[in-house]
């Protein structure tokens, strides 16, 4: 699948003023809330930035559940450290229950988060 990340939103500001009650990977966050706990998490370990992308806002969506969609966060990483590892660590976690490839510390500037 090929994900749509040209459009990207700040995620914690995106989450909080969607009326979508699920507006972000429901089948990862039952709800909003959940999803702004994830992005203050990473923020809380150093990124500078998460956004959100790949976001769905067809009419239809919109009409029916109130708000857009998306299912995608990347986060600009801390250059280095606990925070830095950490995040890793839930990104690979994360990619386990998807089953999805591990990703690895390349010093790479940021790290893509999806959920099927």
């Not at 992005?39 to 919109?62: A, H």
């Amino acid at each position: 699948m090929q994900l749509n990340i040209n459009r990207k939103a700040e995620a914690l500001s995106w989450l909080q003023s969607n009326p979508n009650p699920s507006p972000f990977a429901s089948n990862r966050f039952d709800n909003k809330e959940k999803a702004i706990n994830f992005v203050k998490e990473l923020y809380s370990l150093g990124c500078e930035k998460v956004y959100v992308t790949n976001i769905l806002d067809e009419d239809w969506r919109m009409r029916e559940e109130g708000g857009p969609y998306a299912d995608t966060l990347i986060a600009e990483l801390p250059e280095e450290g606990y925070g830095r590892r950490t995040i890793f660590e839930m990104h690979n976690e994360e990619a386990s229950f998807e089953d999805f490839q591990r990703e690895f510390d390349d010093e790479q500037n940021e790290l893509q988060f999806w959920w099927d």
